[in-house]
């Protein structure tokens, strides 16, 4: 049995720790928050220049060519520092769809410039309200041009590549457009004003298949699982950045004479809540596994690491204001930005809900 | 990361499972492990002690046990390994955990040169069936709180007081019993700990009934009970060291959870039953909170896999082994309710009368139990809060205080 990171990953994660400790303090985030910027472009260099963009793209394009245990804890570690960067839309998703689907020729288009930093890349699927309905989107691709309209779309107004879930003759494909050829980029006020938020509006934008015509909401799914499982790891980060303020709070908030981690009101809250970041973990380890092993079993570990760290990371967004008290909820202090993170990431790939239906659809399929 | 054994864990496991295949029967996976003893009568009993003796011959007894008193160094995993190979066997189940696996390693601890060469053997071969008189009426939690006294008089020491929740009294030769012997010192500090011979005069077993009618447990009552001196472990009125090492050899149910009803028999229940003139799985919320379910399921089946990943590479097991109860049992009644609530008005039969002869309901009136034995819920928080945060203790009312003047409520 060896359920376990290597000591040459963890040594990595402790680096993207250290590094992020030093070049990501919360009040990075912050200053994202309180500007009209909508990511840290510096912060975004420096994680291009230490090859975290490029972590599962092969090295013939450009990147590290590392595996998804790797990528895994640079996830958590992002998420740790509530880094105010596009990672998750441009690394997740936008990188993982063409690493998937693309031709050699659209990999070494594409993959070298996500690679590089130098392009910001998404994937747009929602059109409105209610759940990511894969089947059922409107946006059109004909003719080598898309129209419709994708809102909201994380890190939308920023990129520069975008791939589009889109409804064609044969059903649903993937397909790839230039974020500034014809494309109408509106920016979004999001509950998280740290991470940037957008509308797309497609009027015969001019745009390539990724994949196979036909097959986009089957391509667009396999995607969300892999997406899932390395959100999960940022929302784990996020959630014992969260936990450790919280607890750290307690300890020296004094209140009836005594540290207020001394009664048992809180002690048994932290307890559970830490519980809940315990099982979450676990349950991602195995998405990580089941991922970096090309699994059958990705699909329903996805679904229970998404949950479950969704879950972890929201209990942990209102514990942080909750224990913290008066403060907690004042423009001042951090915690605001935890919570704001917390239902950020649980709802951009679909909520808790949507997973857990998929996940007993999939077991139902697998019984 | 995966999950497979190392060369030498494999080795030990192919060796394990040679003389299981020679010595007993498999069980069918579907099939549940034999049964607990009361149901199975004395002869229960000896069909545990003819194995244990058969793999003390062997030298798959007590393998964690040092090879000085017979068994064979085995590492914690080498125990994991064994422990999942022989479950997968048809065997009686152990009556002797608690003997070899809390009250062995306190007598090598803390026993005498007599003690040893008298009791060891005997417990490794199951020849003789222990029990742990500590939990009083009321010293649970409190443990140290107990009021069992033990008075000198001559080469023995005088017993009278009452232990409860004594697992599997009615079968032992002997109990490790914690008792009072300076009530005017600080609680911790005026408890000694005896060997007590069971079958001695002023010692009766009263077996307690539990809500689902078995009876694991008994209360144990002493009058005037005479224990010898030379059966006292550790010195007089620092007993409550040895209590800690018996404590402290309490297994944690590593990568638990395997046996009883789980999320496929939900599944399965889901189908069957009907929901608004439906079968229930069609239902959404029947769908969101089985796999609530599952996924909390499968968060402790990992959880444990982390921990038996440390056990293998010789470290510590992190802080994430000690939430599996917190969460288990809890979860355990969670799902007996709600297959119960599937079932409907006849959700509330049990036995023969219940669908599936009633796993859910007895699981339900099980579940209680799991949540307050070996730690309640409260206590688990406390533990985790306490010795894997690091969090404050709790205030005590009682520290510094010399035990007779510790308020009681009566």
Request: with cysteine.
């Amino acid at each position: 049995m060896n359920f376990d990171f290597s000591e040459e990953q963890k040594l990595l994660q402790k680096t993207a720790r250290d590094f992020l400790a030093d070049q990501a303090p919360l009040s990075l985030a912050r200053a994202v928050m309180e500007s009209d910027n909508k990511y840290s472009e510096e912060l975004w260099k420096e994680t291009a220049e230490m090859g975290w963009l490029g972590a599962t793209i092969p090295e013939e394009y450009g990147g590290a060519g590392f595996g998804y245990l790797e990528l895994a804890l640079l996830a958590q570690e992002v998420g740790r520092s509530l880094a105010p960067i596009p990672f998750s839309s441009s690394v997740y998703l936008a990188s993982e769809a063409i690493i998937a689907f693309g031709s050699d020729d659209q990999k070494k288009k594409y993959l070298t410039r996500l690679a590089a930093g130098d392009a910001i890349g998404t994937v747009a699927i929602a059109e409105g309200p209610g759940e990511l309905g894969l089947e059922s989107v409107e946006t059109r691709f004909e003719a080598g041009k898309l129209t419709g309209k994708k809102t909201p779309v994380p890190d939308g107004d920023i990129a520069d590549l975008i791939v589009v879930l889109a409804k064609t003759a044969a059903g649903t494909a993937l397909v790839i457009v230039d974020g500034d050829a014809g494309v109408d980029k509106k920016s979004l006020e999001s509950i998280d004003p740290t991470r940037a938020m957008g509308q797309l509006t497609f009027d015969g934008a001019p745009a390539e298949l990724l994949g196979a015509d036909g097959e986009g909401a089957a391509q667009a799914e396999k995607i969300l699982d892999r997406a899932a499982v390395l959100m999960a790891f940022e929302q784990i980060g996020t959630a014992e950045r969260a936990f450790d303020i919280t607890k750290e709070y307690t300890l020296g908030r004094y209140a009836f004479g005594r540290p207020i981690a001394s009664f048992q009101a809180i002690k048994h809250r932290l307890a559970d809540l830490y519980t809940s970041i315990v099982l979450a973990t676990s349950n991602a380890y195995y998405g990580a596994w089941a991922l970096e092993n090309s699994s059958d079993e990705l699909g329903t570990a996805a679904c229970a690491a998404r949950v479950n760290a969704t879950e972890a990371l929201e209990l942990a967004g209102e514990e942080i204001i909750q224990m913290h008290g008066g403060v907690g909820f004042t423009w001042e202090y951090d915690c605001h930005m935890f919570y704001r993170r917390s239902k950020l990431t649980g709802l951009v790939l679909g909520s808790a809900a949507e997973w857990r239906e998929k996940l007993i659809q999939r077991l139902e399929a697998a019984a | 990361m995966d999950f497979e054994d190392t060369p030498e864990e494999a080795a030990f496991r192919a060796e394990a499972r040679a003389w299981l295949d020679a010595n007993a029967k498999l069980r069918n996976p579907d099939e549940p492990p034999m049964g607990m003893l009361e149901e199975e009568g004395g002869g229960g009993v000896k069909r545990a002690q003819q194995w244990q003796a058969k793999k003390a011959d062997a030298g798959w007894a007590c393998i964690t046990w040092p090879k000085e008193y017979g068994g064979r160094a085995a590492s914690s995993i080498q125990s994991v390994i064994w422990n999942q190979e022989e479950g997968r066997y048809r065997t009686p189940p152990s009556i002797f955990g608690i003997g070899q696996g809390m009250l062995g390693p306190t007598i090598m601890t803390h026993g005498t040169q007599e003690q040893k060469d008298r009791y060891i053997q005997p417990m490794l071969r199951g020849e003789e069936i222990w029990c742990q008189l500590f939990s009083e009426p009321a010293a649970g939690s409190d443990l140290a709180g107990l009021r069992t006294t033990a008075v000198k008089d001559g080469d023995d020491w005088v017993v009278n007081g009452q232990k409860i929740w004594t697992t599997g009294a009615q079968f032992c030769k002997w109990g490790m019993i914690v008792t009072r012997t300076d009530p005017h010192a600080v609680k911790h500090a005026g408890i000694t700990y005896f060997i007590v011979d069971m079958e001695s005069p002023g010692v009766e077993i009263r077996p307690i009934k539990q809500i689902a009618g078995a009876s694991g447990f008994n209360e144990v009552f002493f009058t005037d009970c005479r224990i010898p001196d030379k059966n006292r472990v550790g010195a007089v009125n620092d007993g409550w060291r040895g209590a800690i090492t018996t404590l402290m050899n309490e297994r944690s149910s590593i990568g638990a959870g395997g046996g009883g009803a789980g999320v496929k028999d939900l599944l399965r229940l889901a189908k069957q039953c009907k929901r608004n003139g439906r079968p229930a799985i069609e239902d959404s919320s029947v769908r969101q909170q089985i796999a609530d379910f599952y996924i909390r399921t499968k968060g402790l089946s990992y959880t444990g896999s982390r921990t038996l990943t440390a056990i293998s590479k010789g470290t510590t097991p992190g802080p994430e082994s000690s939430i599996g109860k917190l969460v288990g049992a809890p979860l355990r009644q969670q799902m007996a309710a709600f297959a119960m609530d599937l079932q409907g008005a006849a959700g509330s039969l049990v036995n023969q009368d219940a669908a599936e002869e009633g796993i859910w309901q007895l699981a339900w009136l099980g579940a209680p139990g799991m949540r307050l034995a070996g730690g309640t819920d409260e206590i688990l928080r406390n533990i985790v809060s306490e010795r894997v945060l690091g969090l404050p203790s709790e205030m005590r009312a009682d520290k510094g205080v010399a035990f007779s003047d510790i308020p009681t409520g009566s």
